[in-house]
């Protein structure tokens, strides 16, 4: 199927391979490797103009992982040349630490990069995952039935879902300029309805490929290391200890791309962001979001996103509205503090917690939708109350931040 586009993602790669031999600064090496390779995929996203065979179907998948895999990979390398321990925090007492990887040579970096499982769907794993997949003597004997049930429960209900919702195709419906036509109360019902839909395609194809990754032994760490998605092991000395030992409980964690309960009830859009596509949240933040400006990271970030998504105006409407979302909420977190608890009053948690979830149902039709004239229709029927609503709260958030609370302390 893919045929003459295999070479599409060989070309990187070859590059790559390169690039980690003759290149020594460590700046150069993750620079050259970033943009460069960004501006590889969109010379992809366009060669179709050009006559050769558009990047499409399959190609398109493994050329979205390849691009996460080599850019990763090249800051693998970049910190570990570095070799600054990095102490990232704490967490209850116990030092958090950054691994740093023994520099592959050329084969090892390739067998990586083309490693089968994951390649074609996700998640995201790197390259000290994938080594420790193959050197650690437990992995063939892990019992993985209680881990692959988990995600075929999850599987139980998403798909039937699915399929039920494939036959309504509310995607279509609101493609149609008909909806010009619908109440206010009907367009927000169908997005809502969409959003589902998006969710239980994600949710299904990720227990799948999850599933694929536990039973090849990707990503299981022992429970107790604190395994997190796409970082590993968060107590590395607990990893150590525990890597050669048997009768241990272990943990797909590392691979465990949705957080499902707080997708459907977090407490905000960061929180809810977060939840979702949660390895890739991991390569977004720390070879994304932490390398990159302070006054832009959010905004950049979610751009970056959208692109590697794909070059449709729906995936640039609806990503880059979250830097707003989250604007408004961290505004009106400090309006409405948290007690001791970490709790905020119920009537404000259960009112944000619509606006979220009818937020996301929003950006949601942006990326479904995919076109500029199908999301604005639909927002514009909208009334755009999501981006209104929030540069309100970001409004009356900071006025009252400035004077109101000024006035209560006086």
Known sequence: MTRWMVFYSLVIVLLHLVLYRQVRSSSLLGNISFYGTFAYLAILRVIHFAGLPPLKFIANAIQLIMTLRVIGLSYEIVDARNAKKD????????????????????????????????????????????????HSPNIPNIPVGKMVKEKIWTLSWSLPLLMLLYVLNPVEILKNEQINNYSFITVMVLSALAFVYLRMRIYSAWMIAESICICSGIGLYPKDCKPEPGHGPRDIDKYKALANKENIV???????????????????????????????????????????????????????????????????????????????????FKVVTADEKGKRPMWFQFIWGFIRMRGFEQMACGFLLLTWTDTIRLWSNVYWWLHITMALVILLGKAYLMFGHKKKKE
């Not at 023994?102 to 790197?126: I, M, Q, R, V, W």
């Not at 596509?277 to 751009?303: D, E």
């Open 87 to 134: 102490v990232v925090g704490q967490q209850n007492g116990d030092a958090r630490e950054k691994r740093f990887i023994l520099e592959p040579n050329s084969f090892e970096a390739f067998t990586y990069l083309y490693s089968f499982t994951g390649l074609f769907t996700g998640p995201y794993y790197t390259y000290q995952t994938y080594y420790d997949s193959i």
């Open 250 to 332: 272990y943990s797909a964690e590392a691979i465990d791309n949705l957080d499902i309960p707080h997708v459907e009830a977090s407490d905000g859009f960061r929180s809810g962001m977060r939840a979702w596509n949660r390895t890739v949240q991991f390569w977004l933040a720390n070879f994304v979001y932490k390398r990159s400006n302070k006054a832009i990271r959010m905004p950049y970030t979610m751009f970056v996103s959208a692109f590697w998504h794909g070059i449709h105006p729906g995936y640039f409407l609806s990503f880059l509205t979250i830097p707003l979302c989250t604007a408004a909420e961290d505004i009106l």
